[in-house]
C-alpha cells in the first residue's frame, strides 16, 4: 500500500510539474508576443524616429497599381507609396497589408496578408516566430478594392487580440467606440460599426444560412445589398448606420467558444 501511495504521490507530482512548466511557458509566450506588438505600434505611432523616405513596396498580387486619382493620362501611372507611419513596419515584414484599432482601448494590431496560405500567421507572430497569439490576417480571397475585408485574429483568453471585440455584444461599448480605424499601406480609413453578431461557420450541407466568411466580394450591388441585409438582420442592436453600394466594409472575425464553431462578428463601413 504504501508503495502504491508513494508512485500516485509521484506521478501526480509529475502532473502538476508538467502542468506549471507548460503554464509558465504559455505566459512567457504571451508576454513576449505582447512585447512584439507593443514594439510594432511604438514604431507606427512615433514613426518620424524610424521611417525612410520614399520606401516603396515590392510589386504583388495584392498592391495597387495606382494610386486612385494620380493617373495623368492613358498608360501612365504613378506608383504607390506607403503611408509613412508604416514604412518602418513593412521593411520588417512585406506580408503587412494595414492596421487595425479602436480609439480608447488597448486594440491596436498589424494585419497581415499572405494569400497563397491564408491562415500562415495563425499561429506565427510578426517576426515569423511561433505564437500563440498568432497575427490578425486578411481573409486569403481578399484585395484591395473588394468591398468587404475580412480580417480574423485569435479571441485569447488573456483578453488580447480578438478578444477585445466581444465587448461590442454590449450596445453601451459600442455607443462609447462607434468607429474602428483601419488603415491599408496606402490610405488611413475610419469605418462606422453597422453591426455585431453571434454566428457559426456552417456545414457544407447546410441550406437557406448566412455563410459571412465568403463575402468577401461586394463588386456585384445584389451581393452587396444582400450582405448588409443579413448583418442588420443578425445585428444584436441597431446601430443606425447604413451602407450603400460604394462603401468600403471590413468585417472582424473572432471564435466566441459560446457552441460549436461559433464565431462573434463586428462589421463597419467606411466613412466618406
Not at 98 to 125: C, K, M, Q
Request: with cysteine; proline share 5%; net charge negative.
Amino acid at each position: 500500500m504504501y508503495t502504491l501511495s508513494r508512485m500516485l504521490f509521484i506521478f501526480f507530482f509529475l502532473v502538476f510539474l508538467v502542468s506549471a512548466g507548460l503554464t509558465a511557458y504559455q505566459i512567457h509566450q504571451d508576454r513576449k508576443d505582447a512585447a512584439l506588438f507593443d514594439e510594432l505600434s511604438q514604431l507606427v505611432t512615433d514613426p518620424t524616429e524610424h521611417a525612410s523616405d520614399g520606401l516603396q513596396p515590392e510589386q504583388t498580387d495584392s498592391s495597387p497599381e495606382t494610386v486612385p486619382g494620380t493617373s495623368e493620362g492613358p498608360g501612365t501611372h504613378q506608383e504607390p507609396v506607403i503611408l509613412p507611419k508604416y514604412q518602418t513596419v513593412y521593411s520588417m515584414n512585406n506580408d503587412l497589408f494595414g492596421w487595425v484599432s479602436i480609439d480608447g482601448t488597448a486594440f491596436n494590431y498589424p494585419v497581415v496578408h499572405t494569400p497563397e496560405d491564408e491562415e500562415y500567421y495563425l499561429r506565427r507572430g510578426f517576426d515569423g516566430a511561433a505564437s500563440r497569439s498568432g497575427v490578425p490576417f486578411l481573409d486569403g480571397d481578399c484585395k484591395t478594392g473588394c468591398g468587404n475585408y475580412l480580417i480574423y485574429g485569435h479571441n485569447m483568453n488573456n483578453g488580447t487580440m480578438f478578444s477585445q471585440l466581444l465587448p461590442y455584444a454590449n450596445e453601451a461599448f459600442w455607443k462609447e467606440h462607434p468607429v474602428i480605424s483601419f488603415d491599408t499601406l496606402y490610405e488611413a480609413g475610419n469605418y462606422e460599426v453597422i453591426g455585431a453578431f453571434y454566428s457559426r461557420v456552417f456545414y457544407r450541407y447546410e441550406k437557406n444560412v448566412f455563410r459571412f466568411y465568403d463575402y468577401h466580394d461586394l463588386t456585384d450591388p445584389e451581393v452587396y445589398q444582400e450582405y448588409v441585409d443579413q448583418v442588420k438582420a443578425m445585428s444584436i442592436y441597431d446601430t443606425g448606420v447604413e451602407a450603400n453600394y460604394g462603401d468600403e466594409l471590413i468585417t472582424l472575425i473572432t471564435c466566441s467558444y459560446g457552441r460549436k464553431h461559433e464565431r462573434f462578428v463586428v462589421v463597419a463601413r467606411k466613412q466618406p
